[in-house]
């Protein structure tokens, strides 16, 4: 093997402005994307994603610059979610240095985007994200169910059936998102993430939980995940993106760091 | 002062490709984004990515009026292919149910397959997605500052077979060792992203700049 497992940093956007970083110390501009972007990228990350957090609309042309401004300096892989809801949406992502976007609520209430979107740009660019919550009981085995609005209203739809669904539709690549763990600092849901891995031909990404370093080498090696995406514990300077490569490192899995 | 042609066939984003070729570049040289064939013919080197489908990507090419300039360019000038920029110059992919290629080269174009695994039998994702190491099988001008073995960033599902083994520039494992660069006279071309493999792609953008075209 030697394709490397990824560390993806994960930047909230919301009007042009990363929150969450304020605690940085040697930056100059702890809310600048492009400083956040530049960091990163010297210290390691394998790639960058931006969700875009503003609330309204009208504010969406602000993250088509922060893109192209990012991508003028930055050369690895960037991903944008958050807003995502057209073909055009998608379209001025991509022109402005995006490389791919993620779809979430929009594959929820049509999926046939996701088959519309993958056919016109390419799989390559399309990441469906995907947030599940825990239906099942303790000691029942594992079901997880969809949710959309930020884990507050249920699908009925079943998550492994969903991600096997989107992976037929033409999605390049699962971002799947704990609900029960994001923001808990406990770690990422393994048994979900090693299910999902399981049954898709394409790449999953692990998200929501992680706390610290060990969390990020449990969602590789017992969640079987290709790629951890984390946001607080590289935004609040707790450890570098090098550091948590030499931790993966230390314990067997490939990472990039030469 | 030269320009650097990239080529605009409508497939994927371009937009890193000239922001990383501008940096590389020297300040007085123009990198343009052109769908022209008369300017791709004019240009003093050519850059030709490509990402999505084989049959779409061919489609376009024959759309745009490409076909002749970039059959020419790979022929006579400094040219670099990316990814489908790649696979493209092959004769034949498998990719929607077989699409015949610009034949620049003798060979195909292979799915990875969905049953893909590695040789302990572990399950390898489709698309081959991320950072990878190339070997570099020959000692070659556009490798010139970058250690061997280094890390690219890969996204394809499908992968280059040669007929021709002195094509061969580089290689990559995954499940096998498959064709991750090829090289002949002015032309080389990678399956990998050098617009999004920070150092080492932007010092083989840097060489690629700077290369006289020979081998």
Not at chain 1, 227 to 238: D, T
């Amino acid at each position: 093997m030697s394709l490397a497992k990824r560390i993806i940093p994960c930047l909230d956007v919301d009007n042009g402005r990363v929150v969450k970083g304020v605690k940085f110390v040697d930056i100059r501009d702890a809310g600048d994307p492009v400083e956040n972007a530049r960091r990163y990228n010297l210290e390691g990350a394998d790639e960058l994603t931006f969700l875009d957090i503003t609330a309204s609309s009208d504010d969406r042309d602000t993250m088509v610059h922060v893109v192209e401004d990012v991508a003028r300096e930055v050369f690895i892989p960037l991903t944008v979610g958050g807003g995502i809801r057209e073909l055009a949406d998608i379209r001025r992502m991509l022109n402005a240095g995006a490389d791919k976007v993620s779809i979430n609520t929009a594959a929820v209430f049509n999926p046939e985007f996701v088959a519309a979107a993958a056919d016109k740009f390419g799989s390559q660019c399309i990441v469906v994200a995907v947030d599940a919550k825990r239906v099942s009981a303790e000691d029942e085995p594992g079901r997880w169910e969809i949710f959309t609005h930020g884990g507050r209203k249920p699908t009925g739809i079943d998550t492994l059936e969903w991600v096997q669904k989107m992976d037929a539709y033409g999605a390049g690549e699962i971002l799947l998102t704990s609900m029960d763990r994001d923001g808990t600092k406990i770690g990422f849901d393994n048994e979900l993430t090693r299910q999902v891995s399981e049954v898709v031909r394409v790449p999953v990404i692990a998200s929501g939980g992680v706390g610290n370093l060990q969390h990020l080498a449990d969602g590789i090696l017992q969640g079987k995940a290709d790629a951890v995406l984390a946001a607080s514990i590289f935004h609040f300077g707790e450890y570098r993106i090098s550091e948590a490569k030499a931790f993966m490192r230390a314990r067997g899995i490939e990472v990039r760091d030469d | 002062m030269q320009t650097i042609a990239v080529v605009d066939y409508g497939m994927g984003n371009l937009r890193s490709v000239v922001n990383a070729l501008q940096v590389v570049a020297d300040d007085r040289d123009q990198v343009i984004l052109t769908s022209d064939p008369a300017q791709v013919l004019q240009a003093d080197r050519v850059v030709f990515p490509g990402q999505g489908a084989a049959g779409d990507c061919m489609r376009a090419i024959d759309e745009y009026g490409l076909r002749e300039s970039i059959t020419v360019a790979a022929q006579q000038r400094p040219f670099l292919g990316i990814c489908m920029g790649l696979q493209v110059l092959i004769e034949h992919s498998e990719e929607n149910q077989g699409t015949a290629c610009l034949g620049i080269f003798k060979g195909q174009v292979k799915y990875f397959g969905d049953g893909h695994k590695d040789q302990s039998g572990v399950k390898l994702k489709v698309p081959h997605m991320g950072w990878n190491r190339v070997t570099q099988t020959q000692s070659h001008p556009l490798w010139h500052s970058i250690a061997d073995d280094s890390r690219f960033y890969f996204v394809h599902s499908y992968y280059l077979e040669v007929e021709t083994p002195d094509l061969l520039a580089g290689v990559t494992d995954y499940g096998f060792s498959f064709t991750s660069a090829i090289a002949r006279d002015n032309l080389f071309a990678l399956q990998c992203h050098p617009e999004k493999s920070a150092d080492a792609g932007l010092q083989l953008l840097r060489n690629f700049v700077n290369w006289d075209g020979r081998p």
